[in-house]
């Protein structure tokens, strides 16, 4: 059977696209591992495949759990077949602390960034703590300035939020940004000699 049908079937489910890609990422790659079509790979086979990913490619815990996640609907979807994965979660989720950038150590990023366009992305993402993401899909339409908040549309989950500006940093995210392009913000090929100067980038 075809990824083809596979990805269809999870657009009909109304999965997201980043899931979808996600997912037929991760079965093609098994595809490739087994050199055989999946539905001849019994379960057996799959913790072989498991303990491989594990142990030899060293995948992290958040991956080793969506491969899972992937093949059980697969076989599922495409096979009628049931096959149980659970065991091959990971018991569990290391714990690991954040690193959390000072507000002086973001204005240096910023001061060292050249590129106007690019100076307005860290600015944005840093303002309205945006995914790497959202911030790509992100329109000017969708940042209003007004109610000082930026709609975040198709998010993780395929969910919208509205996430609010800093009101101390929102001001210089708001003058780069209108500078650099009418639509999108992360758009390419706009030649920097063509974009007028934000006024400040101090955050």
């Known amino acids: 059977m075809s990824v083809d049908g596979f990805v269809k079937i999870l657009e009909v489910k109304r999965y997201s696209k980043n899931t979808i890609d996600s997912y037929t990422s991760i079965v093609k790659m098994a595809g490739h591992f087994f050199n055989k079509p999946l539905d001849r790979v019994d379960e057996t086979d799959l913790h072989r495949?498991?303990?491989?990913?594990?142990?030899?490619?060293?995948?992290?815990?958040?991956?080793?759990?969506?491969?899972?996640m992937a093949l059980k609907p697969y076989y599922r979807e495409m096979f009628g077949?049931?096959?149980?994965?659970?065991?091959?979660?990971?018991?569990?989720?290391?714990?690991?602390?954040?690193?959390?950038?000072?507000?002086?150590?973001?204005?240096?990023?910023?001061?060292?960034?050249?590129?106007?366009?690019?100076?307005?992305?860290?600015?944005?993402?840093?303002?309205?703590?945006?995914?790497?993401?959202?911030?790509?899909?992100?329109?000017?339409?969708?940042?209003d300035s007004t109610r000082m908040v930026v709609h975040i549309k198709a998010a993780k989950g395929n969910k919208d939020r509205i996430v609010p500006f800093r009101?101390?940093?929102?001001?210089?995210?708001?003058?780069?940004?209108?500078?650099?392009?009418?639509?999108?913000?992360?758009?390419?090929?706009?030649?920097?000699?063509?974009?007028?100067r934000p006024v400040s980038t101090n955050c």
């Open 49 to 68: 495949y498991f303990y491989l990913m594990v142990h030899t490619k060293k995948v992290s815990y958040s991956y080793q759990k969506q491969i899972a």
């Open 81 to 143: 077949q049931s096959i149980n994965l659970e065991l091959l979660f990971p018991s569990r989720k290391p714990s690991k602390l954040p690193v959390i950038l000072a507000r002086e150590d973001v204005q240096k990023i910023i001061d060292k960034t050249k590129n106007v366009k690019h100076k307005s992305m860290i600015a944005l993402t840093y303002s309205a703590e945006l995914r790497v993401g959202e911030l790509i899909s992100l329109k000017i339409s969708d940042i």
């Open 167 to 196: 009101k101390r940093r929102s001001t210089c995210s708001g003058i780069i940004i209108g500078n650099i392009c009418p639509n999108i913000i992360c758009s390419r090929g706009k030649k920097e000699e063509n974009i007028p």
